[in-house]
């Protein structure tokens, strides 16, 4: 294969892997929650939120507290892919006559290169702003003393908080995507590699084991059974 084909042909393998093993993961979330680690996330952030919203006089400054130290996390990441957008710019412009890695760095325009780096964290900063949102609206939300009976208000405070760390993880997967990306700045063969190897992690991040599983099914299905009777 000539070198300047190397761009042409690793580059969108590499997204490809990326791709499909995402497209992977939101079927088995769809699917299968209890197999990954956001499914669990997402039914353990349910039942905090049925416990604090249970006695918010109790525990409503636990809730604001922990949802604070959210919104904190998120501010953090937006603030960082804010400023890494605009400064990848300028590192990525500085042009070495060096080839680190066996291929054509130069085959692509490197205004692309630039561009791609920088919408990965414009997409960061969005979804974590998009985050931001979200816990700030769960913060006026779990301080509301809800009855019984009311089970389609916990829900929707349940929902909310849930939609804000889906945001947030959405923040995360576009600083991971953005590894390989860089990479791609000294050629075509680091990122894919980059690629592979990023996809090979998270899998044993994203995926759960048998034991976790059982202990938040049962934890799960425990206290819905203790609501189901609380409200009976």
Request: glycine content about 6%.
């Amino acid at each position: 294969m000539e070198v300047d084909e190397l761009d042409y042909v690793l580059v969108p393998l590499g997204v490809l892997v990326l791709g499909i093993y995402h497209v992977w993961l939101l079927c088995t979330i769809i699917r299968y929650p209890s197999h990954t680690v956001i499914g669990l996330n997402a039914q353990s952030r349910y039942q905090w939120v049925l416990s604090i919203m249970a006695d918010p006089l109790k525990n409503g400054i636990l809730g604001v507290q922990t949802i604070r130290n959210n919104i904190m996390a998120s501010t953090l990441l937006a603030t960082t892919a804010i400023t890494l957008s605009s400064l990848i710019g300028v590192f990525a412009s500085n042009e070495s006559d060096t080839k680190l890695v066996y291929g054509n760095k130069t085959s692509l325009n490197s205004s692309i290169k630039r561009l791609s780096i920088s919408l990965c964290f414009l997409v960061a900063f969005l979804c974590n702003v998009q985050s931001i949102r979200y816990y700030a609206q769960v913060s006026f939300l779990i301080t509301t003393h809800a009855l019984k009976g009311q089970r389609d208000f916990i829900e929707y405070a349940a929902r909310s908080l849930n939609r804000g760390s889906y945001a947030w993880s959405l923040g995360l997967r576009a600083f991971y995507f953005s590894f390989p990306l860089v990479l791609w700045i000294y050629g075509p063969i680091p990122m894919l590699a980059c690629s592979c190897f990023t996809s090979f992690i998270l899998y044993f991040l994203d995926t759960t084991t048998q034991i976790t599983r059982d202990l938040h099914t049962k934890s799960f299905n425990k206290r819905e059974t203790g609501g189901d009777t609380e409200a009976s």
